[in-house]
């Protein structure tokens, strides 16, 4: 996952990058391609710890709000599992092949996958084929070797694998072909939970603040835009009305969005190639998905990818600037007044949003040598709540919210004192956050309007 947090960080290794976006979500499948893949994970880790604090009064504190109580989605009756029926993946390939190349002739470039993203007449089973095959185009590509793309013997080899793979007929599977259709299925099964997870409305209630809650905001696979993600994360906690005041729905299959102080972006509705593949769609609605799109778009206006991926070039102060209009403050965890920022901020008359950057991977002071411990390192977190505990600082509470909308845990351990609230959405002490995070980032708050004074 390419993340930028500050000017000169790197981006992560490439397999890291896929694996850290395919987080965003939570689902058996996925788990499956997280366990098939862990050992490509890299093992690193860093001793993050830094002054403890003193232990002082805080004069104000601020709970933690729940998001509302999801309503159910309406039961659908869903298609048979692509592993099931290897037919419809083949049809789903070469429908593909004939909108893009009507003989069937030439190969079909990464650019290619990204025009056929962006079409609104694809089939289901076409969007998450499509997907899969972006999530997997040089395991793919390698079927026909030595073409730039992905070609039509690649895709007639890789439907004779999979009926092969699933009805048992035929040759046996080496262990590269099983690993590679294994790999695959699991995508697909992936990106089709992604796609069939998502409210196609802007918003999932007739009252549209009650659908802009923190855990409808996702990253977007593999978009580096946690910097915005946890902004949005956070302004959805703070001042949902906000949110709905930047959108506006054009009745025609396509939003406009102004963010403050900037001109109105129009943006098309997401396509399903681009909810199965980017996975930022939810049962709240589209509004998260809108915004990230327009972000995209701000950052990069004339790109002919998808709009979502645009934001990959910004930094990270731009998502807090961005969705309020205003400046930024930041305070490194190590000073004695970082507190002073999370209680300022989250306090329950006036709160603003509030991010907190990890720049390395921190741990042994919660893990003793553990190489990885569940909070990704060059990644921003939304935070969500503060409860100072007067008699003792460092004991005070802090929720934080993962973009990914999921942790996982070495182990499956979570540290004591933590409590994994789902969602991504972890509960901890202040020392722990103290320990575990860099910096602390706010937006400024706009000063009061003075009204001048009518003379004698």
């Known amino acids: 996952m390419q993340v930028f947090t500050q000017p000169g960080v790197g981006d992560q290794p490439p397999v890291f990058n896929q694996l850290e976006s395919s987080e965003s979500k939570n689902s058996p ?13 890299p093992v690193s880790s860093t001793d993050t710890a830094k002054s403890h604090l003193p232990e002082m009064m805080l004069v104000s504190a601020k709970a933690a709000v729940d998001a509302p109580v999801e309503a159910p989605r309406p039961a659908a009756a869903p298609p048979p599992p692509f592993e099931q029926t290897p037919s419809r993946v083949n049809d789903a390939l070469v ?16 650019a290619e996958i990204n025009r056929l993203m962006q079409r609104t007449n694809l089939t289901d089973d ?16 390698a079927l026909d070797p030595g073409q730039a793309g992905i070609t039509n013997t690649a895709i007639r080899r890789l439907s004779e694998l999979w009926q092969r793979r699933v009805t048992g007929e035929g040759a046996p599977l080496t262990e590269q072909q099983t690993t590679l259709i294994n790999t695959l299925q699991s995508s697909a099964g992936m990106h089709r939970g992604w796609l069939e997870g998502s409210n196609r409305s802007l918003y999932a209630t007739p009252n549209a603040r009650d659908s802009v809650v923190p855990s409808a905001c996702s990253q977007g696979n593999d978009v580096g835009n946690c910097h915005f993600v946890s902004a949005m994360t956070s302004l959805a906690q703070t001042d949902p009305a906000a949110i709905v005041r930047m959108i506006r729905d054009n009745h025609n299959g396509t939003y406009t969005v102004t963010f403050p102080g900037q001109e109105p972006i129009r943006v ?35 790109t002919a990818n998808p709009a979502i991926e645009g934001a990959g070039g910004s930094m990270r102060s731009d998502g807090l600037r961005t969705l309020t209009g205003q400046g930024m403050t930041t305070t490194h965890t190590g000073r004695l007044t970082f507190w002073s920022t999370l209680n300022d901020s989250l306090q329950l ?21 553990a190489p990885s411990t569940g909070f990704t390192g060059q990644h921003e977190y939304a935070v969500l ?7 003792n600082l460092q004991a005070g509470r802090v929720t934080i919210q993962n973009p990914h909308r999921t942790m996982h845990w070495p182990n499956n351990r979570v540290p ?7 969602d991504g959405r972890v509960e901890m002490s202040l020392q722990q956050f103290n320990d575990i995070f860099f910096n602390v980032s706010s937006a400024v708050r706009p000063r009061p309007r003075e009204i001048p004074r009518l003379g004698n």
Do not use: C, K
């Open 416 to 422: 004591a004192g933590m409590i994994d609230h789902g």
């Open 349 to 369: 008359s006036n709160q603003w949003p509030t991010t907190a950057t990890v720049f390395a991977e921190a741990g042994e002071a919660l893990f003793g040598n």
């Open 385 to 391: 709540g503060f409860v100072p505990n007067p008699q």
């Open 126 to 141: 076409q969007a998450i084929m499509l997907a899969a095959m972006r999530s997997n185009f040089d395991a793919i590509r």
């Open 95 to 110: 429908g593909l092949f004939h909108i893009e190349h009507n003989n069937l002739n030439g190969s079909m470039t990464n």
């Open 29 to 41: 499948q996925r788990e499956h391609l997280l366990r098939e893949t862990e050992h490509l994970l």
């Open 268 to 302: 098309n509705a997401p396509t399903n190639a681009e909810l199965a593949f980017f996975g930022t769609g939810d049962s709240h609605g589209l509004w998260s998905t809108v915004l990230q799109q327009a972000y995209g778009r701000l950052w990069t206006p004339g």
